[in-house]
């Protein structure tokens, strides 16, 4: 049976029979209305769906809630797939995860992915053998329920229809197979133990009709105006407020009276709705307010708000899957959180006259009496629920009692005041006396009981005890001794000693303990420097300190002070107040709220934090104005009045929130735009950033959960999102990822499963496979193309210069050849003038050095010697033919002769080496001459010494020749370095760098 609505089957709880489950409930409702996002504050039906999203049927459109936000669908004129109706009357989650809904203008669907809405007609259902003929509109929607068996009863402003389960779903064919089964307006269904459906009408004159539609024809007419129905167990059924009936009372044929088990109170409205929740509580609600009842006739109203009459005229009630009640009524959503923290605020509302609460005590009565600054005194009713401004009548005229710095229960229903300039003294009568303090006193801030009728004063000029008796003040403690700087706080420790402190002044912070049995005093280093605005001693002689810095702790023996709750444990650094409660933690009323600190929870103890989200209205507290009363419950006094509430109804929330996604966008092309979430969400290559938004579905206090995520693949690990409900990706890579997201709910308790999203994010063409397969393709084709082209000039240049040496050794220096040898034997011609044959002798001297530097050229231009080994051989020939009339050693070490090296690179060696071999020749006047030269991985090393006459280092050498070497050297890329000494000879070193040349060889840098 699945029946999620305002009707719903119950098991009654047997071991609950004749018992109470209300004891003191007085449940606190939380308001959600327009303000909030809501669309409509008339809110007409509720439903919760599979993945825990609530949804809210108002008059003005279908709201999604997941806790913080809503979303909202509405009628469109123009779209045949949206609402046809913004009036949402009646809503159904099927087994399925389909909501069914209902408006105004008929029934849709809407499926599992939340898209479309799916127009279910009826106005064609069949009755019987005929066909209803069809109405210019779909009917009402009333009610909706589903059955064991899938089917889905429609309750309508027509009649009742009944539309049969099929496999698949198929709107088509849900709507071709609606069966009408009454043809009167049908408002309210239910559904009992044997799984029989029963239908609820009623007319004008307040009485129902109730149908069991079991093919018997059975219907019994009562005078009861209800909408609703909840069968408790097998024999009982809630029809209103006045508690179970049997169900063989609606067997009989026709009216009769109600046989009532148990007679509670009868509402005279209409019962709209009747569910129950987890521990066995049932919720009526009616058009004159909510009310809870147990199986025993107890029933209590529901507290809603007073000033606005629309909040008791409910419409719908749902408890959801975590024991929240969600009440609609006409002035928006009311809902019950069992976990919700149950602080009570009393403000000026609830009767007091201002907001600013200095002090709060029980009288041995249990009167719970409030002293305000500058409203004077209240009493707290009980029954009403309110604070009562109660009267205090003093001889003479003014009200010098209207600014009360703290109060103290005395004997006989007395209670003491202490006001700006003195002590008032107020009887049960309401009438009173004033008890000056002695001239200089000041205010008295701190009243303390002393056995008997007798009084502890503390003010600002130190601790005084009043004797009611002699009315009369003795001072057992003067602030002007040093110690302290007026008494701020002060308390009563279970021994008897007074411990009194101070806030403020010259010496804030100053404790001190006195011995009344002793008449002693017993004086404290300053255990803190911000100042002590409270004090609570505990049966163990430890005592505690509300400090201006946080909760201190002090033990006398042996003395030792220390912080155990600095102002990043609290939830506000400043402490104010301290009751201990039944368990033996700590309740901290600060300057942010309250904090609830546990001694005995681990070595340091522990702190929970209770702010505005939990429901505390006071942000800040004021010194000592905190009282734990007879029944348990504490009072906090502050500046917006006072929080009350019972430490035992306290505790943390433990259900796990469960994760959803509340909204996909992506910002392409097109812009920025929600896409449809589905299992594998597909992104385009032109999707520039992907926003993903999620929620953890606790509705206590969303504000506080918070989140954690990664995308697999993408970020290292778990990552904090605080309490941000989304995250943004840009640019994300082409690839698969997993988008996995978890939260907490409003006490940190994580979700138990993870929302996860699966991400396929394309690539664009060019980051395809395909197209990197052919762009490498064409790369390499083009490098290979590029090479051979290469290849094939290098050779054609190697052929060229082929060429070239061939001709310039064949021709022109054969030709050469001939002239010198011509020029030769004409110079020997004896009958030639003298000039003649030096002409002859210079052109044959001019041909053979052309014919020299050929040779050269030749040499340089030949392919075939463009290797190391041809260019040091070279150099070797070139010593040997310019030194053979100087003693000379040449010395040669090449580990890879066949490197091949550039035609330029060699020609520049060489050159530089016959520049610096001619000028040792021509201007060194050497004996010996040391050549080295050296070719090692990707240099290329030359030395060459003589031991010639020299010269001074410094000197311009560059017209010895040096400079053409100096500029050929630096061409290629490398060093040079000259040192000489007159009489000692000279050195030079020339280190030349070698780069790659083809085929993978070397080849000399700066050579092209």
Not at 214 to 226: E, H, L, Q, Y
Not at 388 to 396: I, N, S
Not at 834 to 846: H, N, P, V, Y
Request: charge should be negative; aromatic fraction near 8%; include cysteine.
């Amino acid at each position: 049976m699945a029946a999620l609505g305002l009707l719903a089957l119950v098991a009654w709880p047997g071991n609950a029979q004749g018992q109470s489950v209300l004891g003191g409930f007085d449940p606190s409702l939380k308001r959600l209305g327009v303000e909030h996002g809501l669309s409509h504050n008339s809110v007409l039906a509720v439903a919760q769906d599979h993945s825990g999203f609530l949804w809210f049927g108002t008059l003005d459109g279908l709201n999604r809630y997941d806790g913080r936000e809503f979303l909202i669908h509405r009628a469109d004129a123009s779209n045949r797939q949206s609402l046809p109706s913004s009036a949402v009357v009646a809503l159904l989650v099927d087994r399925d995860d389909n909501i069914w809904v209902g408006t105004r203008r008929g029934l849709v669907r809407l499926g599992q992915d939340r898209r479309l809405f799916e127009r279910v007609s009826l106005s064609g259902a069949a009755q019987g053998d005929s066909v209803v003929a069809s109405p210019f509109r779909e009917p009402r929607i009333n009610q909706l329920l589903e059955t064991d068996t899938g089917d889905i009863w429609v309750a309508t402003s027509a009649g009742l229809y009944r539309i049969e389960s099929q496999s698949g779903r198929d709107v088509a064919r849900w709507t071709a197979r609606a069966v009408r089964l009454l043809v009167e307006p049908v408002y309210g269904l239910g559904i009992d133990s044997t799984g029989t459906v029963w239908a609820i009408s009623h007319d004008l004159e307040g009485s129902s009709t109730i149908y069991r539609l079991d093919g018997s024809g059975t219907r019994f007419t009562a005078p009861i105006s209800s909408r609703a129905m909840l069968f408790a167990g097998s024999d009982t059924v809630w029809l209103d407020s006045s508690g179970p009936v049997p169900i063989s009372s609606l067997l009989s044929d026709g009216g009769a009276a109600l046989d009532r088990q148990s007679p509670a109170v009868v509402v005279d409205a209409v019962t709209t709705s009747i569910t129950t929740d987890d521990v066995g509580r049932i919720w009526i609600g009616t058009y004159r307010g909510t009310y809870v009842a147990d199986n025993s006739g107890a029933i209590r109203r529901v507290t809603t708000d007073s000033s606005n009459e629309l909040s008791d005229e409910v419409n719908t009630i749902l408890v959801d899957g975590g024991g929240t009640v969600w009440i609609g009524t006409f002035n928006g959503v009311l809902r019950y959180d069992p976990r919700r923290k149950p602080f009570r605020h009393f403000g000026l509302e609830e009767g007091l006259s201002v907001t600013s609460v200095s002090s709060i005590v029980e009288t041995n009565s249990g009167e719970i009496w409030a002293g305000t600054y500058g409203g004077g005194i209240a009493r707290f009713d009980e029954e009403s629920r309110r604070f009562v401004e109660a009267t205090l009548r003093l001889p003479g005229e003014g009200h010098p009692c209207d600014y009360v710095w703290d109060l103290q229960p005395g004997d006989d229903g007395v209670l003491w005041i202490g006001a700006e300039d003195a002590v008032c003294e107020r009887r049960s009568d309401g009438t009173g006396r004033l008890l000056a303090l002695p001239s200089g006193a000041g205010q008295p801030t701190n009243l303390g009981h002393l056995d008997g009728d007798g009084l502890w004063v503390g003010a600002a000029a130190g601790l005084f005890e009043f004797d009611p008796g002699t009315r009369s003040y003795r001072q057992t403690l003067a602030a002007s001794e040093g110690t302290l700087h007026g008494v701020d706080a002060l308390e009563v420790a279970p021994d008897g000693a007074i411990w009194v402190a101070s806030g403020a002044g010259v010496r804030p912070g100053a404790l001190a303990r006195y011995d009344p049995a002793a008449d002693s005093w017993e004086r404290y280093a300053d255990p803190v420097a911000e100042g002590i605005w409270d004090i609570y001693a505990d049966e163990t002689r430890r005592v505690w300190l509300a400090t201006g810095s946080g909760l201190a702790r002090f033990q006398s023996d042996p003395q030792h002070f220390e912080m155990v709750a600095s102002a990043g444990d609290l939830i506000g650094g400043v402490v104010f107040s301290i009751l201990p409660d039944d368990r033996g933690r700590l309740w901290l009323g600060t300057n942010n709220g309250l904090t609830r600190y546990d001694p005995g929870a681990g070595p340091d103890g522990t702190s929970r934090r209770f702010g505005v989200s939990d429901g505390v209205s006071n942000r800040e507290f004021n010194r000592h104005a905190a009282l734990r009363d007879s029944r348990g419950r504490m009072w906090f006094g502050g500046m917006s009045g006072v929080t009350m509430f019972d430490p035992r109804d306290i505790s943390d929330n433990s259900l796990p929130p469960a994760m959803v996604f509340t909204a996909i966008t992506v910002l392409d092309a097109e812009g920025e735009h929600a896409v449809a979430r589905t299992d594998r969400l597909v992104l385009e290559p032109d999707t520039h950033a992907l926003t993903l938004e999620f929620a953890a579905l606790d509705f206590t206090d969303s504000s506080r959960n918070r989140y954690e995520y990664q995308l697999e693949g993408v970020d290292p690990g778990w990552l904090d999102n605080g309490t941000r409900r989304s995250v943004r990706y840009t640019n994300l890579p082409p690839g698969t990822f997993v988008f996995r997201v978890r939260g907490t709910n409003n006490d940190g308790v994580w979700s138990e499963t993870e929302a996860t999203q699966l991400l396929v994010v394309l690539p664009a063409f060019w980051q395809t496979l395909w197209f990197r397969a052919a762009i490498t393709l064409a790369v390499l084709s083009l490098l290979a193309a590029v090479y051979s082209w290469r290849m094939r000039r290098i050779h054609e240049l190697e052929r060229m210069r082929l060429r070239i040496a061939s001709d310039l050794h064949d021709e022109i220096s054969s030709e050469l050849s001939a002239i010198s040898l011509l020029s030769g034997m004409l110079g020997k011609r004896s009958y030639l003038p003298a000039t003649d044959r030096d002409s002859l002798d210079e052109i044959g001297g001019t041909s053979r050095r052309v014919i020299e530097a050929l040779r050269d050229i030749v040499w340089y231009v030949t392919p075939e010697h463009d290797n190391v080994g041809s260019m040091v051989a070279r150099m070797q020939a070139t010593a040997e033919r310019l030194l053979m009339n100087i003693e000379h050693n040449i010395r040669a070490d090449v580990a890879n002769a066949e490197t091949m090296i550039d035609m330029n690179q060699r020609r520049e060696i060489v050159l530089a080496y016959k520049e610096i071999v001619n000028n040792v020749v021509r201007h060194a006047e050497a004996g010996a001459v040391e050549i080295g030269i050296e070719v090692r991985g990707d240099q290329f090393q030359m030395s060459i010494r003589d031991d010639g006459i020299g010269f001074t280092e410094g000197t311009n050498i560059d017209g010895m020749g040096l400079r053409s070497v100096r500029r050929r050297v630096g061409k290629l890329g490398g060093e040079i370095r000259i040192s000489s000494e007159p009489t000692h000879g000279t050195s030079i070193n020339i280190v030349v760098p070698l780069a790659t040349t083809r085929h993978g060889q070397k080849k000399p840098s700066g050579v092209s």
